[in-house]
């Protein structure tokens, strides 16, 4: 029997089963054909049922309105008709009357029909989704996902008893009591990463010491911290986990699960530039983890090339979601001075201090941009009005063998206004293809 494996907790599952019996995650299983009976009922409904509320009512109240709109001219040949003599004019209302009534009927059985259709196909992409979540544990790889590893190293547990403590030397010091670090592997806007061991455990992890400008302002912290909370919520298999926040000695620590691999920017900086077909492949746990979060309501607010590892056992991850756009912020707020670090990225609303779901939609535009073809859209120095100005090279111009398909969707994400973009990550995936 074919075995998946649980996103939440990585237990192996029956393709059949529809929770997991270790963590009690459950597949958010819809059954399509209830989706399009219920669309039968009223337009709108069958959304509403796949939890896509906003669109079932937005459905139902143009449903509403459609009827009132159809029926004005209806009503005015109507009036006519009554008021008119007998004459020929009267003849050729009465003809448009009886053509417009049969054409009033057509257009709302159309709209019914189209209502079942979209929740029956709404209900089949939700069912998609959540196919990929549950990855297959072995067996031939999906074109949806990045080929697995096929003999992935177990998840680390260690059991700590009384006869085999860790040991650690004397001269370390230990963050928490139990975090060793080893090495520093980074360093970034949001300040220095390490390697560490984590004693307790005895697994490796990594850790992000965060910048004086964060840990030494309370305010600043805080939000900063009430920030990491909820990011450390989230759980998926395309996004790098917090195990851990820590605040010591005047300093804050994020522990972070320990990823092996490179992520893009290291990629696009030793090849000069991925094939579309290479950055396919890692679209697909980026959109998975944008979709995750945005449904959480957390925003990325930095994705960029260095915040998504690609793993050869995991596929692609992304990192730090909200919370280095929450540090950058702090840092601007307590130095006065911004923080410029991300602007190649960052939409034209972030710029203004706003942003939403279709923000990061803009930053993986100028991402897949700058990993097809080895640079970034916007050069600056002035970003703000060369984004509000669109300009920046289209990909055909750059790669003769360019997919135009693929031109349009980069130029529809790096659209300066958020109305003319992808309105959902889900939306590009489709668009995409992955």
């Keep these: 029997m074919p075995m998946l494996q649980c996103p939440e907790c990585k237990t192996e599952a029956s393709d059949r089963a529809t929770v997991c019996l270790k963590c009690g995650y459950e597949k958010n299983l819809k059954i399509p054909l209830i989706a399009a009976l219920l669309s ?7 959304h509403i ?27 005015g040949l109507a009036f006519l008709l009554a008021i008119l003599p007998n004459s020929s004019l009267k003849l050729l209302v009465s003809a448009i009357y009886i053509f417009f009534v049969p054409l009033f009927l057509l257009v709302i059985l159309i709209f019914w029909i189209l209502g079942m259709y979209r929740a029956y196909r709404c209900a089949e992409e939700i069912n998609r989704d959540e196919a990929r979540k549950w990855l ?21 547990t260690c059991i700590v008893s009384e006869i085999q403590k860790p040991t650690v030397s004397e001269n370390k010091t230990l963050i928490a009591g139990k975090y060793e670090l080893l090495r520093q592997i980074g360093q970034g806007g949001m300040g220095l990463v390490y390697e ?16 004086p400008e964060v840990a030494m302002n309370p305010k600043e912290k805080a939000r900063f911290l009430d920030e990491a909370k909820i990011v450390a919520q989230l759980r998926h298999p395309s996004i790098v986990d917090i195990h851990e926040i820590i605040e010591e000695s005047n300093e804050v620590y994020l522990v972070f699960e320990y990823v092996e691999g ?61 919370i280095a756009g929450q540090a950058l912020d702090a840092m601007s707020r307590v130095s006065r ?14 710029h203004l201090g706003k942003w939403d779901a279709r923000s990061d939609i803009y ?42 398909r693929l031109n349009e969707i980069i130029v529809r994400c790096l659209k300066p206004d958020p109305k003319e973009r992808f309105q959902t990550i889900e939306e590009f995936a489709r668009a995409a293809g992955v």
């Design 40 to 46: 039968s009922l009223w337009p709108g409904l069958g």
């Design 49 to 75: 049922y796949l939890g896509k509320a906003r669109d079932g009512i937005f459905m139902g109240l143009k449903f509403l309105m459609l009827p009132f709109l159809l029926a004005i001219p209806i009503l």
């Design 136 to 156: 297959p544990t072995k067996g031939g790889a999906s074109v949806l996902q990045v080929p697995s590893n096929p003999n992935p190293e177990p998840k680390q």
């Design 196 to 211: 560490a061991k984590d004693h307790s455990l005895g697994r490796r992890v990594a850790i992000k010491k965060m910048r």
């Design 262 to 322: 490179q992520n893009l920017a290291e990629m696009i900086a030793k090849h000069g530039k991925l094939a579309a077909a290479e950055m396919g492949s890692v679209l697909g746990g980026v959109c998975r983890a944008l979709a995750f979060a945005h449904s959480k309501k957390v925003i990325h607010r930095d994705l960029k090339p260095s915040n998504i590892m690609v793993t050869k056992a995991e596929g692609a991850k992304v990192m730090d979601f909200g």
């Design 337 to 350: 001075v911004e923080t410029a670090g991300t602007f190649a990225y960052m939409s034209p609303e972030q």
């Design 363 to 404: 930053s993986l535009g100028a991402t897949i941009y700058e990993a097809l073809t080895g640079d970034i859209p916007f050069r600056g120095p002035d970003f703000l009005a060369q984004k509000e100005r669109s300009v920046f090279k289209p990909l055909t111009e750059i790669l003769p063998d360019c997919n135009v």
